[in-house]
């Protein structure tokens, strides 16, 4: 299931998502599926170890963040509206479409968007309708269900109800938490479940993962390093185009 020649570049991945999310508040699962992409790993399966990662890591960031954000129960509260809808339904393409070269364009394709939003983020200049929260939430959790990474449209909506990004970022680990417990539960009931090896490498990178992220967190309040994040999110564009590509190639085949 989880080749071991892979384990360095998965680990790698996780230590480098886990910065750039206490670095960012967003990143960490999109990252280590596009490292995944240039693997033979099992995306479903790997996304398991990655949802049971992932709430370690939110609780971390709002630990981290406990002094500076508080979290906004409204907002919380109407994304979470549309995560209830969209996680079973990114799951259940997950499950559908996780062999077929159709995943591959859609996986391709977040990972591409991800990379964008990051790159040429654009710059909202007033907040935005608290009911677009309800669409940010359900794909969002689309994304969440499908590829555990429900950053763009969530984060979008989030920061731009706030001035300062760190403030942000209790409001984001909640909700992104919530929707990680969510995405469990589809798991267990609709999916192939926990297995002993997913839940060692999970354990085996919890560690590594509340490390990294508070090292993150405190150069996010001492460094500004743009550089550092281009090349971060180029990287992930690049792994997005390539399961594009690939995946368009194996329908034209097919």
């Given at each position: 299931?989880?080749?071991?020649?892979?384990?360095?570049?998965?680990?790698?991945?996780?230590?480098?998502?886990?910065?750039?999310?206490?670095?960012?508040?967003?990143?960490?699962?999109?990252?280590?599926?596009?490292?995944?992409?240039?693997?033979?790993?099992?995306?479903?399966?790997?996304?398991?170890?990655?949802?049971?990662?992932?709430?370690?890591?939110?609780?971390?960031?709002?630990?981290?963040?406990?002094r500076?954000?508080?979290?906004?129960?409204r907002?919380?509260?109407?994304?979470?509206?549309?995560?209830?809808?969209?996680?079973?339904?990114?799951?259940?393409?997950?499950?559908?479409?996780?062999?077929?070269?159709?995943?591959?364009?859609?996986?391709?394709?977040?990972?591409?968007?991800?990379?964008?939003?990051?790159?040429?983020?654009p710059?909202?200049?007033?907040?935005?309708?608290?009911?677009?929260?309800?669409?940010?939430?359900?794909?969002?959790?689309?994304f969440?269900?499908?590829?555990?990474?429900?950053?763009?449209?969530?984060?979008?909506?989030?920061y731009?109800?706030?001035?300062?990004?760190?403030?942000?970022?209790?409001?984001?680990?909640?909700?992104?938490?919530?929707?990680?417990?969510?995405?469990?539960?589809?798991?267990?009931?609709?999916?192939?479940g926990?297995?002993?090896?997913?839940?060692?490498?999970?354990?085996?990178?919890?560690?590594?993962v509340i490390?990294?992220?508070?090292?993150?967190?405190?150069?996010?309040?001492?460094?500004?390093?743009?550089?550092?994040l281009?090349?971060v999110?180029?990287?992930?564009?690049?792994?997005?185009?390539?399961?594009?590509t690939?995946?368009?190639?194996?329908?034209?085949?097919?």
């Amino acid at each position: 299931m989880f080749a071991e020649q892979y384990l360095w570049l998965f680990f790698a991945m996780v230590a480098f998502g886990a910065f750039t999310q206490g670095f960012t508040g967003v990143g960490f699962g999109i990252i280590v599926l596009a490292g995944i992409a240039f693997t033979s790993w099992d995306f479903e399966r790997t996304s398991v170890v990655v949802n049971l990662i992932l709430p370690f890591l939110n609780l971390s960031i709002i630990y981290a963040t406990r002094r500076e954000s508080r979290i906004n129960w409204r907002l919380v509260g109407v994304l979470l509206l549309g995560i209830a809808v969209g996680v079973p339904a990114g799951y259940w393409f997950i499950l559908t479409f996780g062999n077929d070269p159709i995943f591959k364009v859609a996986l391709g394709s977040a990972l591409t968007l991800f990379a964008a939003n990051e790159l040429f983020r654009p710059r909202i200049r007033s907040a935005l309708h608290i009911g677009f929260g309800l669409l940010a939430g359900f794909i969002g959790g689309f994304f969440a269900g499908g590829f555990t990474a429900a950053g763009p449209p969530i984060a979008l909506f989030v920061y731009s109800r706030h001035k300062d990004p760190v403030l942000a970022k209790g409001t984001l680990q909640f909700v992104f938490m919530s929707a990680t417990l969510w995405r469990l539960v589809n798991i267990i009931f609709m999916g192939r479940g926990v297995t002993v090896p997913i839940m060692t490498l999970a354990l085996e990178s919890i560690p590594l993962v509340i490390l990294l992220v508070f090292i993150g967190h405190r150069f996010s309040r001492q460094v500004s390093s743009k550089t550092f994040l281009r090349i971060v999110y180029s990287f992930i564009g690049m792994a997005g185009l390539m399961n594009v590509t690939k995946g368009l190639l194996g329908m034209w085949r097919g």
